[in-house]
T-cell receptor, first 117, second 115 residues
Framework: AQTVTQSQPEMSVQEAETVTLSCTYD???????LFWYKQPPSRQMILVIR??????QNATENRFSVNFQKAAKSFSLKISDSQLGDAAMYFC??????????????FGAGTTVTVRA | ETGVTQTPRHLVMGMTNKKSLKCEQH?????MYWYKQSAKKPLELMFV???????ENNSVPSRFSPECPNSSHLFLHLHTLQPEDSALYLC??????????????FGPGTRLTVL
């Protein structure tokens, strides 16, 4: 399974400010999918954003955007105009498209985001 | 989003008990998954079912037994668990079938405590 690394266990951001979460991954594949999931205190895992590796354009979803650097195997998440409801644990995940590894998501250890009012 | 539901939300059981976790998806998906989430550890994939067929058993101990009677329901039968099995158990579903855009959607989880 691919290794996904989130090097920041915790991040804190002031309300209305911007925070960037880092994620790196290890793979020899050229095509794959990357995801950011959010897990608030309610424990419901919610999809935030998805990036397809063959697309050079960075995905954007409202206040959430990614910086996908394929050569560097980096997939960071930027949360703009942070809101109190953004407080959660954020997980980066990798999905292969190979038949042998199909359906499997490899998750990072997560980054806890705290939003200060 | 209530596309994937799990019951019970909380479960406390002794090591000699037998219990079952239930997952139901209302999204018309064909693939379902069980994950284990322990504190300070990445999510661990346990089982994958695709079109009701088990396609993955990620070296899970036999005290965990999955069952997938149809594409909408997934069970995890538990027996003679150990305290280290205490964790949040998450169910997920996706379209399956090898679709390139396959995205997993998660249920709220069952918080399991083994005494």
């Amino acid at each position: 399974a691919q290794t996904v690394t989130q090097s920041q266990p915790e991040m804190s951001v002031q309300e209305a400010e911007t925070v960037t979460l880092s994620c790196t991954y290890d793979t020899s594949e050229s095509d794959y999918y990357l995801f950011w999931y959010k897990q608030p205190p309610s424990r419901q895992m919610i999809l935030v954003i998805r990036q397809e590796a063959y697309k050079q354009q960075n995905a954007t979803e409202n206040r959430f955007s990614v910086n996908f650097q394929k050569a560097a195997k980096s997939f960071s998440l930027k949360i703009s105009d942070s809101q109190l409801g953004d407080a959660a644990m954020y997980f980066c995940a990798y999905r292969s498209v190979s038949l042998a590894d199909d359906y499997k998501l490899s998750f990072g250890a997560g980054t806890t985001v705290t939003v200060r009012a | 989003e209530t596309g994937v539901t799990q019951t019970p939300r909380h479960l406390v059981m002794g090591m000699t008990n037998k219990k079952s976790l239930k997952c139901e998806q209302h999204l018309g998906h064909n693939a379902m998954y069980w994950y284990k989430q322990s504190a300070k550890k990445p999510l661990e994939l346990m089982f994958v079912y695709n079109f009701k067929e088990q396609t993955e058993n990620n070296s899970v101990p036999s005290r965990f037994s999955p069952e997938c009677p149809n594409s909408s329901h997934l069970f995890l039968h538990l027996h003679t668990l150990q305290p280290e099995d205490s964790a949040l158990y998450l169910c997920a579903s996706s379209q399956g079938g090898g679709a390139g855009t396959d995205t997993q959607y998660f249920g709220p989880g069952t918080r399991l405590t083994v005494l």
